[in-house]
């Protein structure tokens, strides 16, 4: 019997265990409780426009996603609408991350896509206070869309953006995702010089009376803050100091111009009167994106000073002054070929304080010379800092040293004037030679010196300024007289006893001011830096606006040549950025006025 009971016992066990695995069995096939109500839904939210979101569900899941986006900004919002589509698709929700830059319509895709949601659950979707706030945003909307910054394609096929588009710029007030404040209040696109001269070199150029030629191939941009480092405190150089402000107002003061004040001035309650717009602008628009380090936008830099200025770019002032001055203005004009009579005939003649004077014909002197290729850097000493009066080339000729040799110079000797055939002279200090040399040359990048730089001889100075690269040379008189009866430039000073351009920093295509590049591309900025007879020590660059300054090293050069330094960034959300960037010399001067220019990141 209890065998019995014992074998019943093991059945009825065995027949619940079977049972069991059975319910679970049936459990684990119960069909999900659906999420949603199958089928397509629509929502509208607010972006920079209206922004249709279409969401199709099946019972449990998001199966596709549709946006018109047709409204927003080309190159941000509808740039967007991919990869919106792709983060809905991917959390199957509407917490999404959003698009960097594109903040404003990434805003209205999630709140779109929630309210499709809501509705495919069979939630009430909330109203917008019966259309008040969708009104208030309307207009901002509209305002935005009818003042958009202006896009322009120049002349060498560049698109830019002068004015930057001012999306989260941060405002405590915000009716909407844009005020259009830079182009609705400022009118900042109908403002500065490049709102009416696309290159102010060109304008200058193009004028009745012969300024300057300050043109470059290397796309350096004029900007009246330059016109003011030549035309404020310039004795010897121009007529009149501080003298630009009445010039400027009397040229604009014609029938052809038809702007205001405003085209041109700033006025701020802070004191400082009227400023001129281009020296402020940045300190004042909104939607310029400040970096304080440079990691933040994979900065890399990188210098070197191999750069060399071909023949038909090497800078000529053009002053019309002295006799020779005309002679190669002419013959520059009408293209006249080198006249090799001249060359042939050409003399130098070594005198002053000197044991041997002597006088050798041009032949003669490059038979019996030492010939020497040396790259030396030309700046101008009226280059306003960061100018295209500048000029690296590869010179062959004669050592002055050589020359001085030759004529055995006396012990008491203390200046050298290097004097052109029409009696212009420029001092060199014969301390300055110590650690240094000049060159009378024949030959700039290979070919015969051009009229306009003073064929047949030029005088090159390693570290000096271009006023002492005499032209025509055919004298070189040795004098004992004090250096200080002499003024030697070495760049240009300004009234309080510094300089305009020592060091300089110049930037290459700045002319592209504003230029559009697509958010994730690396950007290079180039340029030059340069400071007469002090080496170039560190290059310094800010890209928020001078508050703090990020210093790169520059060694292993000489002061011969320019230093040309690159400075590449990636940035990481769309906006404008300006970048600042100043010299550093070995005797601790810094760049008066750093060069600058701004770009436009935008979606691609």
Same mark, same amino acid.
């Given at each position: 019997?209890?065998?019995?009971?014992?074998?019943?016992?093991?059945?009825?066990?065995?027949?619940?265990?079977?049972?069991?695995?059975?319910?679970?069995?049936?459990?684990?096939?119960?069909?999900?409780?659906?999420?949603?109500?199958?089928?397509?839904?629509?929502?509208?939210?607010?972006?920079?426009?209206?922004?249709?979101?279409?969401?199709?569900?099946?019972?449990?899941?998001?199966?596709?996603?549709?946006?018109?986006?047709?409204?927003?900004?080309?190159?941000?919002?509808?740039?967007?609408?991919?990869?919106?589509?792709?983060?809905?698709?991917?959390?199957?929700?509407?917490?999404?991350?959003?698009?960097?830059?594109?903040?404003?319509?990434?805003?209205?895709?999630?709140?779109?896509?929630?309210?499709?949601?809501?509705?495919?659950?069979?939630?009430?979707?909330?109203?917008?206070?019966?259309?008040?706030?969708?009104?208030?945003?309307?207009?901002?909307?509209?305002?935005?869309?009818?003042?958009?910054?202006?896009?322009?394609?120049?002349?060498?096929?560049?698109? #830019?953006?002068?004015?930057?588009?001012?999306?989260?710029?941060?405002?405590?007030?915000?009716?909407?995702?844009?005020?259009?404040?830079?182009?609705?209040?400022?009118?900042? +696109?109908?403002?500065?010089?490049?709102?009416?001269?696309?290159?102010?070199?060109?304008?200058?150029?193009?004028?009745?009376?012969?300024?300057?030629?300050?043109?470059?191939?290397?796309?350096?941009?004029?900007?009246?803050? /330059?016109?003011?480092?030549?035309?404020?405190?310039?004795?010897?150089?121009?007529?009149?100091?501080?003298?630009?402000?009445?010039?400027?107002?009397?040229?604009?003061?014609?029938?052809?111009?038809?702007?205001?004040?405003? $085209?041109?001035?700033?006025?701020?309650?802070?004191?400082?009167?009227?400023?001129?717009?281009?020296?402020?602008?940045?300190?004042?628009?909104?939607?310029?994106?400040?970096?304080?380090?440079?990691?933040?936008?994979?900065?890399?830099?990188?210098?070197?000073?191999?750069?060399?200025?071909?023949?038909?770019?090497?800078?000529?002032?053009?002053?019309?002054?002295?006799?020779?001055?005309?002679?190669?203005?002419?013959?520059?004009?009408?293209?006249?070929?080198?006249?090799?009579?001249?060359?042939?005939?050409?003399?130098?003649?070594?005198?002053?304080?000197?044991? /041997?004077?002597?006088?050798?014909?041009?032949?003669?002197?490059?038979?019996?010379?030492?010939?020497?290729?040396?790259?030396?850097?030309?700046?101008?000493?009226?280059?306003?800092?960061?100018?295209?009066?500048?000029?690296?080339?590869?010179?062959?000729?004669?050592?002055?040293?050589?020359? !001085?040799?030759?004529?055995?110079?006396?012990?008491?000797?203390?200046? #050298?004037?290097?004097?052109?055939?029409?009696?212009?002279?420029?001092?060199?200090?014969?301390?300055?030679?110590?650690?240094?040399?000049?060159?009378?040359?024949?030959?700039?990048?290979?070919?015969?010196?051009?009229?306009?730089?003073?064929?047949?001889?030029?005088?090159?100075?390693?570290?000096?300024?271009?006023?002492?690269?005499?032209?025509?040379?055919?004298?070189?008189?040795?004098?004992?007289?004090?250096?200080?009866?002499?003024?030697?430039?070495?760049?240009?000073?300004?009234?309080?006893?510094?300089?305009?351009?020592?060091?300089?920093?110049?930037?290459?295509?700045?002319?592209?001011?504003?230029?559009?590049?697509? !958010?994730?591309?690396?950007?290079?900025?180039?340029?030059?830096?340069?400071?007469?007879?002090?080496?170039?020590?560190?290059?310094?660059?800010?890209? +928020?606006?001078?508050?703090?300054?990020?210093?790169?090293?520059?060694?292993?050069?000489?002061?011969?040549?320019?230093?040309?330094?690159?400075?590449?960034?990636?940035?990481?959300?769309?906006?404008?950025?300006?970048?600042?960037?100043?010299?550093?010399?070995?005797?601790?001067?810094?760049?008066? $006025?750093?060069?600058?220019?701004?770009?436009?990141?935008?979606?691609?």
């Amino acid at each position: 019997m209890k065998n019995a009971n014992k074998a019943l016992h093991k059945v009825f066990l065995l027949m619940l265990m079977i049972a069991v695995a059975q319910s679970l069995t049936a459990c684990g096939n119960t069909p999900e409780a659906p999420i949603y109500t199958a089928g397509t839904y629509t929502a509208t939210a607010k972006g920079m426009s209206d922004i249709t979101v279409t969401v199709s569900v099946d019972a449990n899941k998001i199966t596709s996603v549709e946006l018109d986006v047709s409204g927003e900004t080309k190159d941000i919002g509808q740039a967007a609408a991919d990869k919106l589509i792709k983060q809905v698709m991917d959390a199957q929700s509407s917490e999404i991350d959003g698009v960097s830059g594109a903040t404003v319509t990434s805003d209205a895709v999630s709140k779109g896509v929630a309210d499709c949601l809501a509705q495919a659950k069979g939630e009430d979707v909330k109203t917008t206070y019966d259309g008040a706030i969708d009104k208030m945003y309307d207009t901002m909307a509209k305002r935005a869309e009818e003042h958009a910054p202006e896009v322009r394609t120049l002349t060498n096929g560049v698109q #830019i953006q002068r004015t930057p588009t001012e999306y989260n710029c941060g405002v405590y007030h915000s009716p909407g995702a844009s005020i259009s404040f830079n182009t609705y209040y400022l009118k900042a +696109d109908s403002r500065g010089c490049a709102a009416c001269h696309e290159d102010l070199a060109q304008t200058l150029k193009d004028m009745d009376y012969e300024h300057v030629d300050l043109t470059s191939n290397y796309g350096i941009a004029v900007t009246v803050n /330059n016109c003011l480092d030549c035309h404020s405190y310039s004795p010897w150089y121009v007529t009149e100091t501080y003298g630009f402000g009445s010039l400027i107002h009397s040229i604009h003061d014609a029938d052809s111009f038809t702007g205001s004040c405003w $085209s041109c001035h700033y006025a701020s309650g802070d004191g400082k009167d009227m400023q001129l717009w281009d020296s402020v602008k940045y300190t004042v628009l909104r939607g310029i994106v400040s970096v304080d380090n440079p990691e933040n936008v994979s900065a890399e830099f990188s210098y070197n000073q191999d750069l060399l200025t071909s023949t038909d770019n090497i800078f000529d002032y053009g002053w019309l002054y002295y006799d020779n001055d005309y002679y190669r203005y002419g013959m520059t004009q009408i293209d006249a070929p080198l006249d090799e009579d001249t060359f042939n005939n050409w003399t130098l003649t070594v005198s002053g304080t000197v044991d /041997n004077p002597f006088t050798i014909s041009l032949p003669d002197l490059i038979k019996e010379a030492p010939a020497v290729t040396k790259t030396i850097t030309m700046n101008c000493t009226d280059n306003y800092s960061g100018g295209p009066l500048i000029a690296n080339c590869e010179v062959t000729g004669v050592s002055l040293k050589w020359l !001085l040799e030759k004529a055995q110079i006396k012990p008491s000797s203390t200046v #050298i004037l290097p004097t052109s055939s029409d009696g212009f002279a420029q001092p060199i200090y014969l301390s300055f030679l110590e650690n240094r040399d000049a060159y009378v040359v024949w030959e700039i990048n290979g070919e015969r010196v051009s009229y306009a730089n003073g064929y047949p001889l030029q005088l090159w100075l390693e570290g000096g300024s271009a006023s002492v690269f005499i032209k025509e040379i055919s004298d070189i008189i040795v004098t004992d007289e004090p250096e200080e009866n002499y003024y030697m430039y070495l760049g240009w000073e300004t009234e309080d006893g510094g300089y305009y351009n020592k060091p300089g920093v110049g930037m290459f295509n700045s002319v592209n001011e504003g230029e559009i590049v697509s !958010l994730g591309q690396s950007y290079t900025f180039s340029g030059y830096a340069d400071a007469f007879e002090q080496k170039i020590t560190a290059i310094e660059v800010s890209l +928020d606006n001078g508050t703090t300054w990020t210093s790169y090293p520059v060694t292993g050069t000489t002061e011969s040549k320019w230093v040309i330094w690159n400075y590449t960034i990636t940035p990481t959300e769309v906006g404008a950025y300006v970048i600042q960037v100043r010299g550093v010399t070995e005797d601790g001067l810094v760049s008066r $006025s750093p060069a600058q220019m701004m770009i436009n990141v935008a979606l691609s």
